[in-house]
């Protein structure tokens, strides 16, 4: 069973910078793509960054130009470097990871770090 595990939230001001991981329990390359979603209070999950196993990124509008999705495939660990934080972004951050098995879609969530945006 895949384990992730999320570090690197906490509470910042307006306009500064968290940088997300998330923990893979063995190998990233063995996933099609690895993500991060968020849940704020009242408000359905949204994905806000994917990467491909290629390293093909896509954003949500929300978060283009701030947020960075990266990985490094030595230390099984995907990143989220946020800058330029603004209220709107507190919520709770969850990394995802998903694999296809003989064309069933496999599903892996981290348990949430929160970032909470506020001066």
């Known amino acids: 069973q895949e384990q992730l595990v999320e570090s690197g939230g906490g509470l910042v001001q307006p306009g500064g910078s968290l940088r997300l991981s998330c923990a893979a329990s063995?190998?990233?390359?063995?996933?099609?793509?690895m993500g991060w979603y968020r849940q704020a209070p009242g408000k359905q999950r949204e994905l806000v960054a994917v990467?491909?196993?290629?390293?093909?990124?896509d954003y949500n509008d929300s978060v283009k130009g701030r947020f960075t999705i990266s990985r490094d495939n030595a230390k099984n660990t995907v990143y989220l470097q946020m800058n330029r934080l603004g209220p709107d972004d507190t919520a709770v951050y969850y990394c995802?990871?998903?694999?296809?098995?003989?064309?069933?879609?496999?599903?892996?969530w981290g348990q949430g770090t929160q970032a909470t945006v506020s001066s």
């Open positions: 995802n990871a998903h694999k296809y098995v003989f064309g069933v879609r496999y599903d892996y």
């Open positions: 063995g190998s990233i390359s063995s996933f099609n793509a």
């Open positions: 990467i491909s196993s290629g390293g093909s990124t």
